[in-house]
């Protein structure tokens, strides 16, 4: 190996960082943007680990690809328009093949979100990698978990549990016809992104969350966070053509509620507010807490250090 | 392991998000901060790795606190302001002994730099941190790597090589009196904080850059992003007296040149602007390229892709 660190970062990253906020990219000791005045600034960020969150069989494309429309979910969720993101990536070793890889993949993330990748770390270590997404609103006017209320709607946006059945296709766990196994894996390797649902969202529903964990894990905060109750209805949750054509339908209930990485956006939206396009009404905000569904899944989300 | 992963970060990280810029804390999809208008965002991110960029011997504290300073000392070389910072934890297990000590260096840290953790990530993994930091300067006030100009002075704050000689000390590597070694580990786990400097140089100052790769290695960096050369004069490095009195003194200047994890300051000045307290003038700007000193130590800085 003879790629300095320097060198890896130059030759694979350095290119994406354009963009009109930016005053200083890649190169220096931090970024510098310059955010519209007037606006909240949105910040998150996200870990991935491979052999955790991701198979090693995964091509560094997907990798990368996925990482990022996983992190800028989060952003979807607030309702936020993204400004740059940051990368930092530790793999076993500067192998140029799999960065070539990982860099079309990264290059073709920030087209998809119209940003800039404005900073980073590169590492050796096991590969994971953690990406920051900034984005903005305007200063009053963001979603988030806590503004539920009793009588609103429970809504969410495409169809659940893709990519949940796209991740056994790939794992040899679901056999299916050529079709829908390109459908089903394409959910899983390469997740909606909801950016433009979110900007919609902002200022008509009362609250929002990404679901990444599944379903019922995520419906759970926004009951916590808007201290109310949630009801599913299970004969209501949006299911794809290939997942109704090509797989069991109590299998198919059950990831759509427990299955995770389909990135949609879950809302809820008072009465008087139309649904928007490519959403589903599935349920409804009661007063009291948790979430009631008439059916149990056998596995519920996935929480890192809960086994 | 009973802990969920919302637990632990309920249990140990949600204090710390207060601030008066945080408009909403951890517990969302994303933070928003407002940050002051017509003020520009610097943003940069830093992973350490366990068994890379620290001994698996480091106590949780001083691997929270060394990542957090190690991350703001970035802000600190453009003379911004922080803001705030979120932290990405991969931790092997919620080990809750561990993270108590973790959660102590994380307070510690936030306490000192005066900025809210407001948000992050923990999943599971081989021990690693990725630590972001967000700082903010007036839109046109900020330091570069880029601006030095040949006849600028070449200066440096605080002491040289502490760092390496207190690594050398955890190691069993270097054998010095009680109070020596209590200085140089300190150096080491408790890194230099040198963000009222940063602030002081921003327009005056024509370059700044922090040492965490040691300073050569940074220098360097310098006389690319600013197309000149620079020079350095051994004599002139400042050592601390722990140093001078217990380290033979070859061994000295070379951890002084070569020796990471200072996070000093390394930074040119014209000649019309006195030195700030603290800080020392060890060479000069020219004409040229590269970086030349009258010593040349064994092994230049660190970079994690080449050997």
């Known amino acids: ?68 429309m996983a992190a800028v979910s989060d952003l979807a969720a607030m309702g936020a328009s993204p400004e740059a993101l940051l990368l930092s990536l530790t793999l076993p070793e500067g ?58 709607r429970l809504c969410v946006s495409g169809t659940l549990g893709d990519a949940a059945a796209g991740l056994a296709v790939i794992s040899g766990r679901l056999a299916v016809d050529v079709s829908a196994a390109e459908f089903l894996t394409t959910r899983y390797t390469k997740p909606s992104l909801r950016l433009a649902l979110g900007e919609t969202l902002r200022g008509c529903a009362t609250a929002c969350i990404d679901i990444s964990d599944g379903l019922l894990a995520d419906a759970s905060h926004v009951a916590t966070a808007s201290d109310v109750g949630l009801e599913i209805d299970s004969a209501l949750l949006p299911l794809s053509e290939a997942m109704r054509s090509s797989v069991d339908p109590d299998q198919s209930l059950d990831w759509a509620l427990a299955g995770g990485d389909d990135y949609e956006l879950l ?39 809960r086994r």
């Open 1 to 68: 190996m003879s790629d300095s660190e320097f060198d890896l970062i130059q030759d694979f990253f350095a290119g994406l960082d354009q963009g009109t906020s930016v005053r200083l990219g890649i190169g220096d000791d931090a970024a510098a943007l310059a955010l519209p005045d007037g606006h909240l600034l949105h910040v998150s960020t996200d870990t991935t680990v491979e052999g955790v969150h991701f198979l090693a069989t995964l091509s560094p494309t997907d990798v990368a690809y996925r990482s990022v």
């Open 95 to 152: 192998d140029r093949v799999w960065l070539e890889g990982f860099s079309r993949g990264l290059a073709d993330a920030c087209s998809v979100i119209r940003a800039p990748l404005v900073g980073g770390d590169t590492t050796r270590g096991p590969l994971s990698l953690t990406v920051t997404v900034l984005g903005s609103t305007p200063a009053d006017s963001y979603l988030t978990r806590s503004g539920a209320r009793p009588g609103d």
């Open 267 to 305: 809302f809820t939206l008072p009465r008087n507010i139309p649904l928007p396009d490519g959403c589903t009404e599935m349920g409804r905000v009661v007063a009291g807490s948790g979430i009631s569904c008439d059916r149990t899944p056998e596995r519920i989300g996935y929480d890192h250090f």
